[in-house]
């Protein structure tokens, strides 16, 4: 079963419970402060998995996807927007993404990346509903790139999302058309 963790960076964060935290991460991490979403992703595995924490080791694909070693049953994927981040964890590959809504021009994007059909249907969508459109589509593709792996190795206009409704979508790729709930 899908499990989506989801959290808030705190504005301030006590200096000494920050740097207790940062201590379960690497000294190549813990230089990238505050590394909170580490110390998430650790925290789920060492739970699920009843592993220390110095138990963990990682690895990542050839486009950067990273992975926990030694464990084909158990798969992750993170995303961080703004002040928010987000883990998913399932047994299968997974990916997802969250972006933080700001006012950009959605209309231009949305033409250089997404197919003729979803660009024409945001065309048709009134101001209000635009972007949160936008940006329903945006993190929906980008969640089905980091379910491949394949990072920027898979362009986003080669991706289309067909079909959604709520848990539900179906997504089209150029030589290929899965599924994803
Ligand atoms: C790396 C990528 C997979 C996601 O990037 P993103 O949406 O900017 O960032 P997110 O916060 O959602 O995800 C980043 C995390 O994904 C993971 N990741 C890295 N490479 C990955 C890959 N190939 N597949 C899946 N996950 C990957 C890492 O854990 C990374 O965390 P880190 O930054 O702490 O190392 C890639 O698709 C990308 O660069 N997308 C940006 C698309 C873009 O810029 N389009 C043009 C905009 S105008």
Known sequence: MIEVYIGKIP???????????????????S??????????????????????NSEINFSNNLYGKPHL????????????SGEWIACAVDKDQIGVDI???????????????FSSEEYNNLLIKNRNERL??????????ESYIKVVGKGLAIPLHSVAVKRYRQNYM????????????
């Open 11 to 29: 504005e301030k964060i006590e200096p000494e419970l920050l740097r207790e935290l940062l201590r379960h991460v690497s000294v190549e991490k």
């Open 31 to 52: 230089r990238k402060l505050p590394d909170l979403l580490s110390i998430l992703v650790r925290s789920i595995i060492c739970r699920k998995l009843q592993l220390k």
């Open 69 to 80: 070693c030694n464990a084909t049953d158990f798969q992750f994927n993170v995303s961080h």
């Open 99 to 113: 972006e933080k809504i700001e006012p950009i021009d959605s209309i231009s994007i949305s033409e250089r990346f």
């Open 132 to 141: 949160a459109y936008f940006y329903e589509l945006w993190t929906m593709e």
């Open 170 to 181: 179906e997504i089209e790729e150029v030589n290929s058309h899965i599924q994803y709930y």
